[in-house]
C-alpha cells in the first residue's frame, strides 16, 4: 500500500508542478496531450521473490492502449504523465493497467528521448491451481519516439521493467499528438 501511495503523490506532484514549470520557460505551448496504440511482449522471472510475482514465469503478448500529457520545460526537455491499459492476446496475461511520470529529452522537431517510473497492475489469465492471479509493483524504464516525417504521429519503442528488474516488457507502437 505504501508503494501506491508513493507512486500516486510522485505522479500528482509532478503533474502539479509541471505547469509552473512550463510557465517559467516561455513556451508558447503549455500541454501536449497524445495517445497511441503499442504492441507489448511482458515477460516475469520464474524466481521466488517478495514481488507477488506467480513462481512459473508467466509471459504473453499484450495490446496497449496509452494515454497522457507533456509539458514543455524550456526548448529542450518536457515532464508528463502517461496512463495504460493492455489486453492479453496470447500467453498468460489478460489485463495490465497503471500510470507512470516521465521525463525527457527533446531531440529535434521530430524526435525524444524519455525515461519513465510508475506503477502497474497485472492480472493473469492461466495461472496454476493455487497462484494469486494478480500482482503489481513499481515499474520503471525509457523509450524513443521519432516522427517519420512532419506531422504528429511519431513511432515508439520503450522497455520497461517491474520492481527489481523482475520482468521485461520490451514494446513497439505509434502514438499521436494533439
Avoid: C, H
Avoid at 492502449?65 to 489478460?94: C, I, L, Q, S
Avoid at 516521465?102 to 525524444?112: F, I, K, Y
Avoid at 516522427?147 to 521485461?168: C, H, K, Q, W, Y
Wanted: negative net charge; aromatic residues 10%.
Amino acid at each position: 500500500m505504501r508503494k501506491i501511495f508513493y507512486a500516486v503523490a510522485s505522479v500528482g506532484a509532478l503533474a502539479a508542478a509541471s505547469p509552473a514549470l512550463a510557465q517559467d520557460s516561455g513556451s508558447t505551448r503549455s500541454f501536449e496531450p497524445y495517445v497511441g496504440v503499442m504492441g507489448v511482449y511482458d515477460s516475469f522471472d520464474a524466481k521466488e521473490n517478495g514481488s507477488g510475482i506467480p513462481e512459473f514465469g508467466p509471459d504473453g503478448w499484450l495490446i496497449e492502449a496509452v494515454a497522457g500529457v507533456n509539458v514543455p520545460v524550456g526548448d529542450k526537455f518536457f515532464v508528463g504523465v502517461e496512463g495504460n491499459v493492455a489486453k492479453g492476446v496470447d500467453g498468460d496475461m489478460d489485463w495490465e493497467y497503471g500510470a507512470a511520470a516521465r521525463a525527457g529529452l527533446r531531440l529535434n522537431d521530430t524526435g525524444m528521448l524519455y525515461g519513465k517510473v510508475g506503477y502497474n497492475w497485472v492480472e493473469l489469465d492461466n495461472a496454476p491451481l493455487g497462484v494469486d492471479r494478480t500482482f503489481d509493483g513499481v515499474v520503471w524504464g525509457g523509450g524513443v519516439e521519432i516522427a517519420p516525417g512532419a506531422g504528429n504521429v511519431r513511432l515508439r519503442a520503450e522497455f520497461t521493467t517491474m520492481n527489481n528488474i523482475d520482468s521485461i516488457r520490451p514494446s513497439v507502437g505509434v502514438v499521436m499528438g494533439f
